[in-house]
């Protein structure tokens, strides 16, 4: 008995050793792999990073650029958020600009949607499929302007812009926008291409290149008119300066008619902001049936001006884009404006911000962006600078008409 005892014994402890191996080898093994990709992270990086980097960025529509005060309001949180390069939208989501915003967005489907100041919209859809062979894009404008413009795509690609009153399928190539004006109408014009409006009665309208339709506040689309293209503005030219005679000048601006539509006459605003916000205007003048006014009693400083024009119909053209002028003092000081701790940061693709220090108040321009020094004296534009650019141009204006001029480098900018 008690040799049959003693062999048992060998045979339980023989085969709970056996089992210390085999876990002693498992636990070795997963040390090594462990090690292995380690060591393979130390040396190559993380494999998976670009692959987590590149689903990141799939989502969402994007900013390319913008300026002023946009904001940006998460459908789920309802969290308010001003807008950068980093942020992304998402369905749901909803971008608002005030009176001195603008926003210009990109699309999963490459088409570009513009949102000028004091307007709304929200993004209802933005997917893309089959390396952009199928897409599905839907914008909601609330309230008003928007542009939009498509690029060249297949009938696969969905692209949906809605109003208040209609639903509208952009065709191929297309440039065009949607205005809700404050009394409820609403307007649509089309520059190139073609949209298939409809309204909520289900009644549809197809609009041409140079088509213009107003929506009232019944909804009812009016049959399609000639558009009405924009003034063109002939004088002052971009930047010319004029002297002030006894503390003062008149500046005479000109401008041609619309190269397409019969204007029946023409509206001129002249402000210091170049989003010609209330407080910043000058002088307005409307009912003008002459291409000339004579902005008079204008101070020292810089200016903008734009013209629009107005059919019989009511049809209103676009805004031409703001030109400035500058009226210097008689006798004034040519001393260039001082500008410093100039910087330039690169935010990827062709957008940089740029940021320096100057004379309170100031007006500063780059790459044909605007912005007016703070307080402190501190500024920040974000500028598309042009394609293989190395440097841009910075130019200062300070109140008294003074002006400077600054060339920063934009090699080696992070």
Partial sequence: MATTKLNHFDIDWWVIQKRAVYAGVLLVALCAIAGGAALYIWKYGNPLKNVADKSENLPGARFMSFEGDVRVIRAATRQVLIANSDVQLYPGDTVQTQADGRARITMADGSTVVVRPNSTIIIRDNESADNGKRS????????????????????????????????????????????????????????????????????????????????????TISKPQRLLDVPLPLHPRDLEKFSATNGSATVTLRWQKPQSGLPAYYRIEVATSPFFVPEGKVMERDQLTVMQFDASDLRPGAYFWRVRATAASGQTSDWTEPLKF????????????????????????????????????????????????????????????????????????????????YRLSLAGSG
């Avoid at 509208?168 to 307007?187: D, M, Q």
């Avoid at 935010?347 to 044909?368: F, K």
């Fill in 136 to 219: 599905s894009v839907h914008v909601v404008v609330d309230s008003g302007q928007m542009l939009v413009r498509t690029p060249q795509q297949s009938e696969d690609n969905k692209n949906v812009i809605e109003t208040p009153k209609t639903q509208n399928r952009i065709g191929s190539e297309t440039n065009a926008s949607f205005g809700i004006n404050a009394e409820g109408t609403e307007e649509i014009r089309v520059n190139s291409g073609a949209v298939q409006s409809a309204n909520r009665l289900g009644e549809e309208q197809t609009l041409k290149s140079g088509e213009y339709v107003s929506v009232n506040q019944s909804g």
């Fill in 326 to 405: 500058i009226v210097t003092a008689s006798g004034a000081n040519s001393a260039a404006v001082r500008a410093s701790h100039l910087t330039a940061d690169h935010l990827g693709g062709d957008v940089y911000i740029i940021r320096g220090m100057t004379s309170p108040g100031a007006n500063v321009r780059v790459a044909n962006r605007e912005a007016t020094a703070a307080g402190n004296g501190s500024f920040q534009i974000q500028i598309s600078a042009p394609p293989n650019a190395r440097e841009v141009t910075i130019q200062v204006l300070d109140s008294q008409g003074n002006a400077g001029q």
